[in-house]
T-cell receptor, first 115, second 117 residues
Framework: TQLLEQSPQFLSIQEGENLTVYCNSS?????LQWYRQEPGEGPVLLVT?????EVKKLKRLTFQFGDARKDSSLHITAAQPGDTGLYLC???????????????FGTGTRLQVTL | GAVVSQHPSRVICKSGTSVKIECRSL??????MFWYRQFPKQSLMLMAT?????????EQGVEKDKFLINHASLTLSTLTVTSAHPEDSSFYIC?????????????FGPGTRLTVL
């Protein structure tokens, strides 16, 4: 069974602070995705990283995929209240040839940004 | 683009009844859709992979006779929770892969909150 551990589980910070969320596994993934989920809604895709060592930036968010494609990090600069939500990483792994890859979701990091 | 809808958004039913949840890809075709369950303050757990025109593939521990999945077209998959019980109360989320895109990206629906009394 593939497991994706996220840390920290909970994070409460003030507006303007920086933070990093980690997503770790002992398994190798073909790609890794980061989502943000608001209460009562489905996850919204933030980014997909595919290549080991890849770094992607999305405004104040920086995503990195580990060289071995087993782990990833999400760094938020100058957090804002609008960043509040549940952040989920998800690793994709292929099944049988010709079948769609399945996503294994991380344990989640709940972020609260206060004024 | 890449919008997935679910209906209903929330449903309350009595114990022992069956509930059907629809998942539609609105602007793309999806040969594969996925059904997840999310309990409060927990992450998403994959229940099954829904394949258009063939039987669904269920994850270990998920009862296929209780959670019936039908994927009759390239834009619609349904999940029927049969003989629902209070422990089936959860947030059910579907996702779909765009068959025209060769990545692992899944687009998620807004979820369905099921409450079984």
């Amino acid at each position: 069974t593939q497991l994706l551990e996220q840390s920290p589980q909970f994070l409460s910070i003030q507006e303007g602070e920086n933070l990093t969320v980690y997503c770790n596994s002992s398994s190798v993934f073909s790609s890794l995705q980061w989502y943000r989920q608001e209460p009562g809604e489905g996850p919204v895709l933030l980014v997909t990283v595919v290549t080991g060592g890849e770094v992607k930036k999305l405004k104040r968010l920086t995503f990195q995929f580990g060289d071995a494609r087993k782990d990833s990090s999400l760094h938020i600069t100058a957090a804002q209240p609008g960043d509040t939500g549940l952040y989920l990483c998800a690793g994709a792994s292929g099944g049988e040839p010709g079948t769609a890859s399945k996503l294994t979701f991380g344990t989640g990091t709940r972020l609260q940004v206060t004024l | 683009g890449a919008v997935v809808s679910q209906h209903p958004s929330r449903v309350i039913c009595k114990s022992g009844t069956s509930v059907k949840i629809e998942c539609r890809s609105l602007d793309f075709q999806a040969t594969t859709m996925f059904w997840y369950r999310q309990f409060p303050k927990q992450s998403l757990m994959l229940m099954a992979t829904s394949n258009e025109g063939s039987k669904a593939t269920y994850e270990q521990g998920v009862e296929k006779d209780k959670f019936l999945i039908n994927h009759a077209s390239l834009t619609l998959s349904t999940l029927t929770v049969t003989s629902a019980h209070p422990e089936d109360s959860s947030f059910y989320i579907c996702s779909a892969r765009d068959m025209a895109v060769s990545t692992d990206t899944q687009y998620f629906g807004p979820g369905t909150r099921l409450t079984v009394l």
